[in-house]
C-alpha cells in the first residue's frame, strides 16, 4: 500500500462487499504485509456474525463441486456466500492452476457471491494465522456463510478445517479412503460426514465403514452424533438435506454455547501463531548466521539437535 | 523410562540395531519424552551415513506397495533397510490402523529390515522436528536406506519429504492427480517421479503432463532433470529401474555436494522446529490464562488478532 489514504479506501470497501477490495485484503494476508495489523485493527468490530463452514477430505474426492453445489442452494435461500479455498500456489507451474474452479464460474456473475483462493507463503504465522484472517475480512464484508476448502491431508490442514464453526468431512467411494482419512487423523474432525459420489460402486460399504467407526468413536451418549449424507454434489443430488444438516448442526451449537467455544479455540489459535510467527521471524532474523553453523555441526554428528537449539535460544 | 541404566541399555540397543531398542527409541520420540535430548546427544557421533529416501504422493497413489517393493529390492542387493512411514493415529480409532501395512508383513521375518509407523502428537517440535530425530536413530543403527514414507498434501508432510536426500513423488492414473498434485505444491519436491499403477488407463496423459511441467520448471540446464519412472508396484514391475534411478540421483548428489546441503538443510530444520517447539512451550505454559482472555476477546470484536499477539508476548 502507498499510503494511510489507500489503506482507508480498502477498509471502506471491504465493509461495503466491494469485490475488488475484498480480494485486495486477502492477497495483502497471503503477502503476510505489513499493513495487516491496521487492516484487522480497522475490521475487528463488524467481525463475528458469518457462520463459517469447512469442506475437507482428499484430493479428488469433489470438494469444488460440492462447494459449488452449497454456493446454489444457500444462494437459493436468499444467503450471500463467500468461498475460500486454501490452495497453497505452486512455483513449479507458475501460480495456482486453475483446474476445477472453472466449475465455479456458473456463480461468477452472481454479485452476491465471492469466491477466492488463497496461497500463504508469505505469512509470517502460516496457514494458521492466515485462513482465520481472510476469514475476518469475508465476516466483516457481512457475508452470511462462507465456505472454506482445504486439502483434508496435513497437520495445518487439518487443523484449519476443525477450527469451522461447522466441519464437513467428505469422503468418497473407491479411494481407499475410508482407512486412509482414518489414518490422517480426519475423522475426529467431522461435525458432518459426506459421501459424495455415492452413486458409485462401494458407496454403501463406505457409509457402513464410517458408521461403523462414529459408534466405535462415541463417547458421550448426549454428544452430537455426527450425521451421514450421500451426495453426489456434480447433480445436486443429495445437497438440500446436506444444508438441513448443516443448519441443524449450527442451531445446536448456538444453543447449546459451543458456537462460541469454536469461535474463541479459532481466535486463540491465531492468536498464538501469530505470537509464535513473531518468534521466529526474530529467531532466524537474529539467529540465522548462527543456526547455520549448528545445523552443519548436527548433520556431522558433532552436537546433537537438542543442544543445538538451546545454544540457538541462548544467543 | 525410570533411570539412566534404563536409558544407557536403550543406547547401546539402537548401535546394535535391537528391534526392540529401535521400536522404543521411537515411541520416546513419538511421545515427547524428556528423554530425548540425552538420547539424541548420545546418539549423534553414529549418525550421517544412511541415505534417507523420501516417498509422497496422495492417499491411494500406491505409497505402501511402493515402499514394500523397493523394500525387497534394496534387500536383493545386501542392504538393510529401514522404513519410517510417518501416519499420524486417530483417537477415533483408538490407534493406528494396520491397513496397507499387512502388505509388508513379507518383510516381518527378515532381521535385516525394520519397518515403524510413527505419531507425531506428543512431539514439542512437531513434525518437523519428530521425523528428523527418528531418521537418526535408524541411521545411528546402522541402516543402509531409510524409506521415509509420508502422505504427499499438507505443508509439514510435504517439507519433511522435501528435506530427504532423495525425493520420490508419487502419482497414480485416475485420481485427478496431475493437477491436484500440483496445486498442492508436491511437484517442484520431487528429484524422481514415479507414475504408480501405470497399467491403468490415463498414465500415458499423465507422464506426458508431468514431462510438460517439468519442462516448464526447468530453469538451469546443467540441473538435475527429474526423470519419470513407470512401475507397478504390486507386481514389482519397474522397481529395478526405479533403483537405478535412485543411487544415480544419490550418487550425482554426492559428486557435486548437494548431498551435505540437503543434510545440513534437513539439520537446521530440526534445530529450528526444537527452538520454536521450547518457545511454544513457554508461551502456553506462561500465557494460557491471558490467551483465554485475548481469545475471546478476538473472537468478540474488541481486539484485533495482531494487538493480542503483541499483548501475549509482552506478558
Redesign the interface.
Known sequence: MRGGGDLDALIAGVREARPRAIGRAISLIENGSAD??QL??A??????RAHIVGLTG???VGKSTTTSALVGALRAEGQRVGVLAI????????G??L??RVRMQSHALDDRVYIRSMATRGHLG??A?AA??ALRVFDAAGFDTVLLET????????EVAATADTTLVLLAPG???G???????I??IGDIFVVNKSDRDGSQALIRELRG?IA??ERDPAAWKPPIVATVALDNHGIDELVRCIQGFRASQVVNGQA?VR??????R???S???G???AQ??LEGRAG??E???A????????????DQ??AR
Open positions: 495487516l495489523p484487522a485493527r475490521l475487528a468490530p463488524d467481525t463475528g482428499s484430493p479428488g490452495d497453497p500456489s505452486s512455483p513449479f507451474s507458475g495456482a492452476l483446474g476445477d502460516g496457514l494465522a482465520p484472517q486439502v483434508g491431508v496435513g497437520q495445518s490442514e487439518i479411494m481407499g479412503d482407512v486412509q482419512a482414518a489414518k490422517a487423523g475423522l475426529e467407526m466405535l468413536g462460541d469461535r474463541v479455540s479459532r481466535a486463540r491465531e492468536v498464538e501469530l505470537a509464535l513473531r518468534l521466529r529467531l532466524s543456526l547455520d549448528l545445523a552443519t548436527v548433520s556431522r554428528g558433532e552436537v546433537d539437535p537438542y543442544t543445538a537449539a540457538l535460544l
